[in-house]
């Protein structure tokens, strides 16, 4: 397989970032190519899930963790525990927000695939957004917390999830329209067939970020990553939002 250069690579993706129309990369993800699960034949009660999403959120403001798991689809719930759960939301959100006070409204959005509810809550500081995704058959698949990292910094953490071999921290990293459809098995998968050809990785170098249009809010993030055999840079796209709607897996050859 022909290899391209880096600067091809940044090329052709910050051409693509007009409009979000993005190269198939063997990790990118389109709800155009999204197939539905077997057992997929209809969209999810709305009226039920926009009260399970704020059910959640709850549960989530009052430290009841073990509940919030046990309502994750079967898909998910094996790769967290309450302890990780319970580290990720106070790390990410209320060590930055302050404590949990109350929700303020919801929202339900119908997507291709899924239907988002976006639940606004009230923090001791801030008022803030938790996305709950949930797949056609009603199963919660995913939960977006407010993002008060940098987009380099989020590029580095989403490589080392990889690394450490958590894919389904690093599938929270994704855009809720693309956690509809790329599951951590996915995520492991395109890894794994990454260092195949390159080998383990040794460390993170560092990362560069590249705006794209002031007006869309997009850019990409490239971290540079040292292997076994070779040195090579991920391309990570992100929206104006500080979440990944495109990765791009260098060939490793």
Request: proline share 6%; glycine share 6%.
């Amino acid at each position: 397989m022909m290899r391209l250069s880096l600067a091809k690579r940044v090329s052709i993706l910050s051409l693509c970032l007009i409009g979000f129309s993005l190269p198939w990369t063997p990790f990118s993800v389109s709800p155009v190519q999204a197939k539905p699960e077997p057992n997929a034949i209809a969209i999810g009660d709305p009226v039920r899930e926009e009260k399970q999403a704020r059910q959640l959120v709850e549960w989530l403001g009052t430290k009841q963790y073990d509940k919030v798991i046990a309502a994750l689809s079967p898909q998910i719930k094996p790769l967290w525990t309450a302890e990780k759960l319970q580290k990720v939301w106070e790390s990410q959100v209320t060590d930055n927000t302050g404590p949990f006070k109350r929700i303020v409204k919801s929202k339900l959005l119908d997507a291709i695939n899924a239907n988002l509810v976006i639940v606004t809550v009230e923090f001791e500081k801030l008022t803030e957004d938790v996305v709950i995704t949930f797949n056609r058959s009603g199963q919660v698949i995913a939960a977006d917390f407010p993002e008060f990292r940098s987009i380099s910094e989020i590029g580095a953490a989403f490589v080392t999830s990889l690394v450490n071999k958590d894919y389904g921290l690093a599938r929270g990293f994704l855009h809720p329209f693309l956690k509809a459809e790329v599951f951590p098995t996915r995520v492991q998968g395109a890894w794994e067939n990454l260092l195949k050809r390159t080998g383990p990785v040794r460390r993170i170098v560092g990362t560069q970020v590249r705006k794209g249009a002031d007006t869309d809010g997009v850019a990409l993030v490239l971290v540079t990553i040292q292997f076994e055999k070779l040195t090579d840079t991920l391309i990570l796209v992100f929206d104006d939002q500080k979440q990944i709607v495109n990765v791009d897996f260098p060939l490793g050859n």
